[in-house]
Protein backbone atom coordinates (compact mmCIF):
# COMPACT_ATOMS: atom_id res chain seq x y z
CA UNK A 1 0.00 0.00 0.00
CA UNK A 2 1.14 3.67 -1.06
CA UNK A 3 -0.28 7.13 0.72
CA UNK A 4 0.24 10.05 -1.51
CA UNK A 5 0.16 13.43 0.56
CA UNK A 6 0.19 16.44 -2.11
CA UNK A 7 1.30 19.79 -0.75
CA UNK A 8 2.08 23.30 -2.09
CA UNK A 9 -1.65 24.59 -3.72
CA UNK A 10 -2.52 27.91 -2.99
CA UNK A 11 -3.90 31.26 -4.95
CA UNK A 12 -1.40 33.15 -7.26
CA UNK A 13 -1.93 36.32 -9.85
CA UNK A 14 -1.88 35.26 -13.25
CA UNK A 15 1.58 35.00 -14.69
CA UNK A 16 2.72 33.82 -11.38
CA UNK A 17 3.98 30.46 -10.26
CA UNK A 18 3.65 27.69 -7.83
CA UNK A 19 5.50 24.42 -6.90
CA UNK A 20 3.29 21.33 -5.60
CA UNK A 21 4.99 18.56 -4.16
CA UNK A 22 3.69 14.79 -3.22
CA UNK A 23 5.58 12.59 -0.72
CA UNK A 24 5.11 8.99 -0.82
CA UNK A 25 5.18 6.47 1.27
CA UNK A 26 6.61 2.84 0.86
CA UNK A 27 9.77 1.44 -0.38
CA UNK A 28 8.34 1.43 -3.97
CA UNK A 29 8.45 5.17 -5.03
CA UNK A 30 11.73 4.57 -7.66
CA UNK A 31 9.62 1.92 -9.63
CA UNK A 32 6.21 3.81 -9.37
CA UNK A 33 4.75 5.33 -12.70
CA UNK A 34 3.57 8.63 -11.67
CA UNK A 35 1.12 11.31 -12.60
CA UNK A 36 -0.05 14.76 -11.88
CA UNK A 37 -4.19 15.28 -12.80
CA UNK A 38 -6.59 18.09 -12.16
CA UNK A 39 -10.53 18.57 -11.67
CA UNK A 40 -12.05 21.85 -11.81
CA UNK A 41 -15.57 22.63 -11.18
CA UNK A 42 -17.84 20.82 -13.22
CA UNK A 43 -15.31 19.41 -15.82
CA UNK A 44 -13.90 15.95 -15.95
CA UNK A 45 -10.92 14.93 -14.32
CA UNK A 46 -7.88 16.07 -16.69
CA UNK A 47 -4.38 14.30 -16.83
CA UNK A 48 -1.88 17.12 -16.91
CA UNK A 49 1.57 15.02 -16.69
CA UNK A 50 3.20 11.48 -16.16
CA UNK A 51 6.52 10.24 -15.23
CA UNK A 52 7.53 6.73 -15.84
CA UNK A 53 10.53 4.92 -13.73
CA UNK A 54 13.46 5.77 -16.14
CA UNK A 55 12.07 9.81 -15.93
CA UNK A 56 10.60 9.98 -19.65
CA UNK A 57 7.40 12.76 -18.95
CA UNK A 58 4.29 13.58 -21.06
CA UNK A 59 2.11 16.48 -20.73
CA UNK A 60 -1.39 17.74 -21.72
CA UNK A 61 -0.96 20.07 -24.67
CA UNK A 62 -2.33 23.21 -22.59
CA UNK A 63 0.35 23.08 -20.12
CA UNK A 64 3.52 22.36 -22.47
CA UNK A 65 6.03 24.44 -21.90
CA UNK A 66 4.70 25.61 -18.79
CA UNK A 67 4.87 22.95 -16.53
CA UNK A 68 7.45 20.65 -15.21
CA UNK A 69 7.23 17.39 -13.71
CA UNK A 70 10.21 15.85 -12.02
CA UNK A 71 10.78 13.21 -9.02
CA UNK A 72 13.34 12.97 -6.40
CA UNK A 73 13.42 8.80 -5.47
CA UNK A 74 16.12 9.79 -2.47
CA UNK A 75 12.75 11.71 -1.25
CA UNK A 76 10.24 9.53 -2.22
CA UNK A 77 8.58 12.92 -3.78
CA UNK A 78 7.09 14.28 -6.91
CA UNK A 79 6.89 17.53 -8.04
CA UNK A 80 5.14 19.58 -10.48
CA UNK A 81 6.73 23.20 -11.01
CA UNK A 82 4.09 25.36 -12.42
CA UNK A 83 5.07 28.90 -14.29
CA UNK A 84 2.99 31.16 -16.11
CA UNK A 85 -0.25 30.67 -14.57
CA UNK A 86 -3.28 31.60 -16.50
CA UNK A 87 -6.89 31.24 -14.88
CA UNK A 88 -7.02 27.87 -16.62
CA UNK A 89 -4.86 26.49 -14.42
CA UNK A 90 -7.18 26.93 -11.65
CA UNK A 91 -8.04 22.93 -10.25
CA UNK A 92 -7.82 20.32 -7.74
CA UNK A 93 -4.74 19.17 -8.41
CA UNK A 94 -4.18 15.10 -7.42
CA UNK A 95 -0.89 13.38 -7.14
CA UNK A 96 -1.49 9.34 -8.70
CA UNK A 97 0.54 6.61 -8.95
CA UNK A 98 0.71 2.97 -10.88
CA UNK A 99 1.89 0.15 -10.50
CA UNK A 100 2.65 -1.00 -14.04
CA UNK A 101 4.46 0.93 -16.44
CA UNK A 102 2.65 1.52 -19.39
CA UNK A 103 3.64 1.75 -23.23
CA UNK A 104 2.33 4.81 -23.88
CA UNK A 105 1.63 7.52 -21.31
CA UNK A 106 -1.69 6.81 -18.75
CA UNK A 107 -4.21 9.08 -19.49
CA UNK A 108 -7.52 7.08 -17.83
CA UNK A 109 -7.92 7.40 -14.23
CA UNK A 110 -8.55 3.56 -13.90
CA UNK A 111 -4.88 3.20 -15.38
CA UNK A 112 -3.83 4.28 -11.41
CA UNK A 113 -3.84 2.47 -8.32
CA UNK A 114 -2.85 5.42 -5.77
CA UNK A 115 -3.91 8.56 -5.68
CA UNK A 116 -3.59 11.62 -3.02
CA UNK A 117 -5.90 13.75 -1.40
CA UNK A 118 -5.33 16.92 -3.61
CA UNK A 119 -4.12 20.45 -3.59
CA UNK A 120 -6.72 23.60 -4.43
CA UNK A 121 -4.93 26.02 -6.89
CA UNK A 122 -6.18 28.82 -7.70
CA UNK A 123 -5.23 31.50 -10.53
CA UNK A 124 -6.63 34.87 -10.44
Known amino acids: HVQLVESGGGSVQAGGSLKLACVAS????????MAWFRQAPGKERERVAT???????SYVDSVKGRFTIYKDNAKNTLYLQMDRMIPEDSAVYYC???????????????????WGQGTQVTVS
Open 51 to 57: IDSGGRT
Open 96 to 114: AAGLIQPQAPALGIRQYDY
Open 26 to 33: GDIFSRLY
